[in-house]
């Protein structure tokens, strides 16, 4: 990897953590377009799954006092759950108008977040909160997004720094069991740990530069943050799957 490599991918990581300081989540909607410029999917994936972990424990350890396990272990357990479904109909391909309608599915989502004018309860709905996850779970084992189970925890979560801390704890727990497939499958070269290497600083300044911007945030622009992402999210979704569907 040349040198000027090396600064493109820093800058691009940057960037991207920087809306992960702000929103909590978000950071693969900008690193994984703009590193796709200078290298493939093999290498980026794996190249970023050792730094995720990092910033997700970062952020639940800084809003601890916030994170409900009560909320987000059986989440998590869902999330894992469908991932497996998932994982093994990827063999059999992902259907590109299907993650199409995923994306739409999310921006519709992101919609109704957006208009709806009551705030957040905090009230829990154990089969909802249930079905959700292991959809999340399963988009996440057959796409790679696993975005479902935010717009639960957005619609429960009274403060941010409550969504923050439980969504950075569901990432980290997946982030793991992403780095032992990996493992096991023999994913990690030497170029990838080359931008894992660049990618962690890049990552921390950015994390750092977020969340400076988001202290000049009052909760109700934090909220409306999270939701624009969340619908960036689902139109990043279509935007790549449909060349899919033509070609």
Same mark, same amino acid.
């Given at each position: 990897?040349?040198?000027?490599?090396?600064?493109?991918?820093?800058?691009?990581?940057?960037?991207?953590?920087?809306?992960?300081?702000?929103?909590?989540?978000?950071?693969?909607?900008?690193?994984?377009?703009?590193?796709?410029?200078?290298?493939?999917?093999?290498?980026?994936?794996?190249?970023?799954?050792?730094?995720?972990?990092?910033?997700?424990?970062?952020?639940?350890?800084?809003?601890?006092?916030?994170?409900?396990?009560?909320?987000?272990?059986?989440?998590?357990?869902?999330?894992?759950?469908?991932?497996?479904?998932?994982?093994?109909?990827?063999?059999?391909?992902?259907? =590109?108008? *299907?993650?199409?309608? #995923? +994306?739409? &599915?999310?921006?519709?989502?992101?919609?109704?977040? /957006?208009? !709806? @004018?009551?705030?957040?309860?905090?009230?829990?709905?154990?089969?909802?909160?249930?079905?959700?996850?292991?959809?999340?779970?399963?988009?996440?084992?057959?796409?790679?997004?696993?975005?479902?189970?935010?717009?639960?925890?957005?619609?429960?979560?009274?403060?941010?720094?409550?969504?923050?801390?439980?969504?950075?704890?569901?990432?980290?727990?997946?982030?793991?069991?992403?780095?032992?497939?990996?493992?096991?499958?023999?994913?990690?070269?030497?170029?990838?740990?080359?931008?894992?290497?660049?990618?962690?600083?890049? =990552?921390? *300044?950015?994390?750092? #530069? +977020?969340? &400076?911007?988001?202290?000049?945030?009052?909760?109700? /622009?934090? !909220? @409306?943050?999270?939701?624009?992402?969340?619908?960036?999210?689902?139109?990043?979704?279509?935007?790549?799957?449909?060349?899919?569907?033509?070609?």
């Amino acid at each position: 990897m040349t040198v000027s490599r090396i600064i493109y991918c820093f800058c691009s990581v940057c960037a991207a953590f920087v809306i992960k300081g702000l929103a909590g989540f978000g950071d693969p909607l900008i690193s994984t377009p703009l590193l796709s410029v200078c290298l493939p999917n093999s290498v980026i994936t794996p190249g970023l799954s050792p730094v995720s972990p990092i910033l997700n424990a970062s952020m639940v350890w800084k809003n601890r006092a916030h994170f409900s396990p009560k909320v987000v272990l059986p989440i998590s357990v869902f999330v894992l759950l469908g991932v497996i479904p998932g994982t093994m109909l990827l063999k059999f391909g992902s259907p =590109a108008p *299907l993650k199409v309608l #995923l +994306g739409l &599915l999310i921006v519709g989502l992101g919609v109704e977040m /957006l208009t !709806r @004018k009551s705030t957040p309860s905090g009230r829990q709905n154990p089969v909802i909160r249930s079905t959700v996850s292991f959809c999340s779970g399963f988009t996440a084992g057959l796409f790679g997004i696993n975005l479902l189970f935010l717009a639960y925890l957005e619609r429960v979560s009274v403060r941010r720094e409550e969504f923050r801390a439980n969504v950075c704890f569901v990432f980290f727990l997946e982030n793991i069991f992403r780095i032992g497939v990996y493992l096991t499958q023999g994913m990690f070269t030497k170029e990838s740990l080359l931008l894992s290497a660049a990618a962690l600083p890049a =990552a921390v *300044l950015g994390m750092k #530069l +977020g969340e &400076l911007l988001d202290r000049r945030l009052s909760d109700r /622009l934090s !909220r @409306k943050c999270i939701i624009y992402v969340f619908i960036l999210g689902g139109v990043s979704t279509v935007l790549y799957a449909l060349p899919q569907c033509f070609s």
